[in-house]
């Protein structure tokens, strides 16, 4: 890759995630290290209760780094005031809005918060960048609906259009493509390739379909109980990767077609 | 009391023909009005801010025990005070202290159920948390009560039933400067009552200073629920029903102009509770508490089994 034309927008160095209190520090993976130039999809892959949440709640600053170096735009996170965070990543989460009763268009316009005076006014300039969010993502014929009114596939479409009118250069999505159909799982994974394509804008998210992200993404983040491994998903492929991401006892990885089958 | 409408606008400019009248109404219905506007409109307020920001549309100042912890405060100022006789007792029983010791009392109750709410994320379970903060303070007025004396306890009997009536314009201002300074407060929590909308950590991804804002709208709805009830005492369902009934008409989450919007339904609903509450030809003045029991309660019924889901 050509990764010296491209900044570097995350970038960690030995850094230690986990849980912690005064009482103690819950590790839950250490030395990870990795960086992620502008415009690349990554996919984050892994069993259950391997730790993606707390990675991705640690590169998103709601979790503190145990220790090691994180920098976002080659600046430590912890530097960050939660402000000037803002207009550098925003998130697409897993927990559904408190609110439903929002229109599409007010949940996105709600993305702009950050670039707003106290009264939340919407500037000509904050229009256009809603109204693009909305046509990238094809929701301008939803946009006067309620969210309640909407399917799952919709709704993870507008969630997506908020992060994308908050106007940040990388975006951070945890499952975008649970309780999705083969179909909108595909359809929500190729909008985020195209906004990496199109917008150059560097997209990680977290997902249980390796499959998907095999054929999709440009560089993987691996997972397991040993280690994290980061590249592209052929070279992971070449080295084993998959193979130790489950036990072998009910699904094993074939390598020459990408997928997992069960035993 | 009949007071001919056109004898109404002359007492309010003074010339009236009969002094009664123009007594009654300066003294005692034009305040009322007042009382019912300001109370309603910071009730109806109290309610959204407290559905924002306990994520849940069933929160009202009544609900999570906001009421009871203004009971609380109010009922050891009153039967509390009989321990303590003579001058001290009357200095302690002014209307500050009542409003003091309201907010107070429903400021700490609603600290409390806010802490137990950053740890238990279930909803249910909040309102449950709620309803047992109600309980444990009607029981600790239970006790006081038991070992006050008749008259004091009939003061604290004849508050709790609720009354927009028998305020004096000492009473009406301060009543309005807690009114005010609630909406203030929350017309400028408007935008991050806006961010709450879509949940804490959505809020603080956009750079939201969450605790700041949350203790800011605790502040907010305490001052208001604890300030009103101090005067009219705890008034049921206005703070839950009156943002639900607005926002059928209301097709928006803004609330900068939610908070406007339900003020005012909450001050005419408020009104309308008071006109039944007084009919015309009617001897007898309903306590308001009643009332508006009888209009909430089957307003919030109506919208649960019409949508059957309440939303926010």
């Given amino acids: ?263 | 009391m009949d007071v001919p409408t056109l004898e109404v606008f002359n007492s309010i400019v003074g010339s009236s023909s009969k002094t009664s009248w123009q007594y009654i109404i300066t003294n005692y219905r034009i305040p009322k009005a007042i009382t019912a506007i300001i109370a309603g409109g910071g009730l109806a307020i109290s309610g959204l801010l407290m559905q924002t920001l306990f994520r849940n549309p069933l929160a009202g100042p009544f609900v999570l025990g906001l009421s009871s912890g203004a009971s609380l405060g109010v009922a050891i100022l009153i039967l509390g005070a009989g321990a303590i006789s003579g001058i001290f007792s009357t200095f302690l029983l002014g209307p500050w202290s009542l409003v003091v010791a309201s907010a107070l009392g429903s400021f700490l109750v609603l600290l409390a159920v806010l802490a137990v709410t950053l740890k238990v994320k279930d909803t249910m379970a909040i309102l449950i948390i709620g309803l047992m903060f109600g309980s444990l303070t009607g029981a600790l007025v239970a006790v006081l009560s038991y070992f006050s004396d008749a008259e004091q306890l009939q003061q604290y009997i004849f508050w709790s039933f609720g009354s927009l009536g028998n305020q004096t314009w000492q009473g009406i201002s301060i009543l309005s400067l807690c009114f005010f300074v609630g909406l203030l407060l929350s017309i400028y929590s408007a935008k991050s009552l806006n961010a709450l909308l879509l949940g804490e950590n959505y809020a603080k991804s956009m750079g939201l200073k969450v605790k700041k804002n949350m203790l800011l709208l605790i502040l907010a709805t305490s001052i208001l629920a604890g300030g009103i009830t101090a005067f009219v005492g705890p008034i049921a369902f206005i703070g839950l029903a009156v943002p639900h009934l607005t926002r059928q008409f209301i097709k928006t989450s803004n609330h900068f102009v939610l908070i406007p919007a339900v003020a005012l339904s909450g001050a005419i609903l408020m009104l309308i509770c008071d006109t039944i509450a007084q009919l015309p030809g009617i001897v007898y003045t309903l306590p308001i508490n009643a009332i508006t029991s009888l209009i909430g309660a089957p307003v919030v019924i109506w919208l649960l089994v019409r949508k059957r889901k309440l939303i926010f």
Wanted: charged share 20%; proline share 3%.
């Fill in chain 1, 1 to 263: 890759m050509d990764s010296f034309s491209q900044h570097t927008v995350i970038n960690c160095q030995d850094l230690s995630i986990g849980y912690q209190n005064k009482k103690k520090v819950a590790v839950i993976a250490s030395a990870v290290g990795f960086s992620v130039t502008q415009g690349t999809l990554v996919a984050l892959v892994g069993s259950n209760g391997i730790g993606k949440s707390t990675l991705l709640k640690t590169l998103t600053a709601m979790l503190p780094t145990v220790s090691g170096s994180l920098q976002i735009d080659a600046k430590e996170i912890t530097a960050y005031s939660s402000l000037e965070l803002s207009s550098k990543l925003s998130v697409v989460l897993t927990e559904a809005p408190a609110s439903k009763n929002l229109t599409v268009q007010e949940l996105v316009s709600l993305g702009r918060q950050p670039h707003t005076n106290w009264m939340g006014k919407l500037t000509q300039n904050d229009k256009d960048i809603i109204q693009q969010a909305l046509e990238d993502t094809d929701l301008d014929s939803l946009k006067n609906k309620n969210c309640f009114e909407l399917s799952d596939g919709q709704l993870q479409r507008v969630y997506i259009a908020r992060a994308l009118a908050q106007d940040t250069p990388l975006i951070i999505l945890d499952e975008p493509t649970t309780h999705l159909d083969l179909y909108h799982r595909a359809a929500i994974v190729k909008l985020l390739k195209k906004l990496t394509v199109e917008k150059n804008k560097t997209i990680l998210f977290s997902t249980h379909e390796i499959d998907l992200a095999i054929q999709i993404s440009d560089k993987m983040l691996v997972m397991t109980p040993q280690n994290i491994v980061f590249d592209s998903p052929s070279t992971l492929i070449k080295q084993g990767a998959f193979d130790v991401l489950f036990p072998k006892e009910i699904v094993v990885f074939d390598k020459n077609t990408g997928r997992f089958s069960v035993t």
